[in-house]
Every structure is written in structure tokens, then in C-alpha cells.
DNA sequence: CTTAACCTTTAAGTGAAGTTGAGGGACAAG
DNA sequence: CTTGTCCCTCAACTTCACTTAAAGGTTAAG
């Protein structure tokens, strides 16, 4: 597959691909006349790489995650590159999981406010739930 | 409250606080000496902003959504895309852990490998059956 | 009156994540 | 052999979300 074929079934423009590569996200093997040969599993990694920005994760994060080459894992070693996998599609889920709880407790927060109650009295009232909510905010890694 | 504070109690630093407001974010009223003068509400406003943000919001769509007064937060723009958003998270949530699944069934079965089966062989056997699994697993989005 | 800690503005700088453009090569169709 | 559509590299540009710097005003304490 070349890389304009991959920019489709992947959704990325061709661009973001080459950029994607350049910071080392990912590798590719070379055709003869110098084009870019992409596998299959170059839209399921472009896919993961989405998936983990859309999270949150910078490039460089996503850099530290993604595994080199499924195809060329052996034995305990493929196991091995499954399991890092499964680890951080976890932290990814877990990520995710914070962040949607964080605003389903906003959208309460905003809602909840009862009837008659002043802006300042609902503005402490909030304050005190996000002082407890929002500990874990930082998306930093 | 003066600035200084009010980054202490959101825990953004000054000169975000003043590019939030330069942006059109947040609007403030001036002391005699020209210095800002924020209500207790500027911190709950910080705080959807941020909230907001980490969600994927950018600024410009947060300048959309933001009500002018918190006593007006049941307008329902804010709330709606607050809601969109966390269907978005569950839904990626919900392919993840699918994909997950799928990696620990996978990593189970190489585990479970054939008496006298070659651990290449195996390894061609479990590498068909990944090919085959992550046809299925749209991670994109 | 000086010092220090606040505050003001405007402008320029930074880093992340790309996008765009210049200048050219590869290759199939007519 | 031109035309068109791919592809290549490399450098510059853009956008977003801030941060930092420069130059100075305000206020309380000693």
C-alpha cells in the first residue's frame, strides 16, 4: 500500500502521515523507487495513534507506547508486545474513564443548582465538589 | 479578589487567566487603580474552562458555550456539548475495551499452544488469528 | 523614602502538531 | 513525449495555548 491509499483507509491526510513517521511513531519499509510501502497493520497503528491523541496523549507519549513491529515478534516476545498493548489500552481506558467522569460531575454541577439558591451559595456549593472531583486532573506523562 | 487570587483558588497561573480574558472567555470589572476585580463566581467559570479543555474543547468553542452568568448555566448549549462529548468518550471507551478483550483472548490462546506444536508455527497460527481479530476492531475516531 | 509584592500593558517567544509550498522524480495513458 | 497523478525531501509557515520580557504604576511595611 502506498502512503496516499493509507491516508484513506486511515482518515489522516498524507501529510500527517509522513509527520507521524518523522517523530517516530512509526516505521516503513521502502519500494525500490523510494515510495513508502505500508502492511495492513499501518492503519490499525495509525488507528491507535488517533485513539491515544484523541485521550489526551502527546506524540512524544504515544512515541514511548507504541511497539515497533507486531509482525516481527516472536514467540514470548509477541506476547510480550501484547500484553505492553493491553497495558496501555488500560491506562488509555482509564484516562478516558476520568475525563468523562470529570464533566458528567461538571454537568451536574451546572444542572443541580436548586431553585432560589443565590449564584454565590451555588458557586461554594460547586467549589467544594470540585475541590474533592478534580484532584486528578493533570494529563501529563 | 485581585488576579493573584484568583489563579491561587483556580489553580491557573496570571497571565492565563488574563489570556482566557483577552480571548473573550471570561469578562472582569476594573478597582479604581485599574486592577481586576473578580467575584467568587470567576472561579467556577476557571474551572468549566478547564474542565472544558481537558475535555477537547477548544478555546474558540469554549467562547461559544461559556454563559455570560452562571446564573444562566441551564441555557443548555454548554450542557448539550458537555453531553455529546461524554457519548463520544463512551463509545471510544466502549471500543477499547472490546479491542482489549480481544488482545488478553489472544494472548490467552498463544499461551495455550498445541503440545508439539513449533513455537513457529504458533507464532504463524496466533499472528493469522490477530490479523483476523484486529480486522474488527475500529479503533479510530 | 525605599523596598517588596502586588498589579498594568504590549509584544515577542515557545512548543506541539501539523500544513503548505517549492522543486523535483516515477510511471501509466494517449 | 506530453499530461496527469501519484510520490519524494526539506524548509517555512500556521494555529493553538500559553509564557516571558520589558517597562512601568500601586500599595503596605519599615
Redesign the interface.
Known sequence: MQIGELAKQ??LTVSSIRFYEAQGLISVSRQANGYRAYS?DAV?A???I??AR???FTLAEIRQLMPGD??H???GA??GA??K??DD??M??QR??Q??L???D??AD??D?PEGMT??A???R??KR?KGA?RT?A?GG
Do not use: K, P, Y
Open positions: 486511515s482518515g495492513a490499525v495509525l488507528n491507535i488517533t485513539s484523541d485521550a489526551g507486531l509482525s515478534c516472536r514467540d509477541l506476547v501484547l500484553r498493548r493491553v489500552i488500560r488509555l481506558e478516558l474513564a475525563t468523562r470529570q464533566i458528567e461538571l454537568i451546572i444542572e443548582r449564584r454565590e451555588n458557586a461554594d460547586v467549589l470540585f478534580r486532573q494529563l
